[in-house]
């Protein structure tokens, strides 16, 4: 009697044990498959998102593809520091996370003059946001930009009266806008001047925002 229930103990164990190494290989085998879905889900995800990103900023912008010195879009915006009003040094690496739109803009320019109360207005509307609006005045000096912005402004202006940064953008006129993602790279450039406070673009900036 003894040996008969020693017996069945016995079978018991290596059936239990079986039963566990079938249902290990299996987990296995999800398992790999999920990560495969998990991957295929992502890839996705991440072109959905860049068609509406599309879908709402070209036909709100209507950007250049390229220019002469940073080549096809999207790519890497080049860094750099620049100072605002206090002295402040600004670094574009800093803005990471956020949404950046970054203005070349001069006093002297009409075209300029007649689009910055649009900036401003986009600025205010997106308030509390990750978003910021770079004005990088090419002015000689801070005079005239604080004349000009004598009652305030909410954009974060910089100053670069050498000129040095449109340059490395490959940008030959002014106005002209990059509008940089929150990985940091730029996915739109805009010559001359555009209603930024229009309501397709904003939705643009959104859509960035969410992308």
């Given at each position: 009697?003894?040996?008969?229930?020693?017996?069945?103990?016995?079978?018991?164990?290596s059936?239990?044990?079986?039963?566990?190494?079938?249902?290990?290989?299996c987990?296995?085998?999800?398992?790999g498959n999920?990560?495969q879905?998990?991957a295929?889900a992502?890839?996705?995800?991440e072109?959905?998102?860049?068609?509406r990103?599309?879908?709402?900023?070209?036909?709100?912008?209507h950007?250049?593809p390229?220019n002469?010195?940073?080549g096809?879009?999207?790519?890497g915006?080049p860094e750099?520091?620049?100072?605002?009003?206090?002295?402040r040094?600004?670094?574009?690496?800093?803005l990471?996370?956020?949404?950046v739109?970054?203005n070349?803009w001069?006093?002297?320019?009409?075209?300029?003059?007649?689009e910055?109360?649009?900036?401003?207005?986009?600025?205010?509307?997106?308030?509390?946001?990750?978003?910021?609006?770079?004005?990088?005045?090419?002015?000689?000096s801070?005079?005239?930009?604080?004349?000009?912005?004598?009652?305030?402004?909410?954009?974060?202006?910089?100053?670069?009266p050498?000129?040095?940064?449109?340059?490395?953008?490959g940008?030959?006129?002014?106005p002209?806008?990059?509008?940089?993602?929150?990985?940091g790279r730029?996915?739109?450039?805009?010559?001359?001047?555009?209603?930024?406070?229009?309501?397709?673009?904003?939705a643009?900036i959104?859509?960035?925002?969410?992308?």
């Amino acid at each position: 009697m003894r040996k008969l229930l020693a017996w069945s103990i016995a079978w018991a164990l290596s059936g239990l044990l079986a039963v566990m190494f079938v249902r290990a290989l299996c987990g296995q085998a999800l398992a790999g498959n999920v990560f495969q879905t998990g991957a295929g889900a992502f890839e996705r995800i991440e072109s959905g998102r860049s068609a509406r990103v599309s879908a709402a900023c070209g036909p709100a912008l209507h950007p250049e593809p390229m220019n002469s010195a940073l080549g096809e879009l999207p790519t890497g915006a080049p860094e750099f520091t620049l100072h605002d009003y206090a002295g402040r040094p600004i670094a574009l690496s800093s803005l990471k996370g956020r949404v950046v739109l970054l203005n070349f803009w001069a006093t002297w320019c009409p075209t300029c003059v007649a689009e910055m109360a649009s900036l401003e207005r986009l600025a205010l509307a997106e308030q509390g946001q990750p978003f910021t609006l770079l004005a990088v005045s090419v002015d000689e000096s801070w005079d005239a930009v604080r004349r000009f912005f004598a009652r305030g402004t909410p954009l974060t202006v910089l100053l670069d009266p050498k000129k040095s940064l449109p340059g490395r953008y490959g940008t030959e006129k002014f106005p002209e806008t990059f509008l940089i993602d929150r990985e940091g790279r730029i996915r739109y450039y805009v010559v001359s001047d555009r209603s930024w406070d229009a309501a397709d673009v904003k939705a643009c900036i959104d859509a960035l925002i969410k992308g």
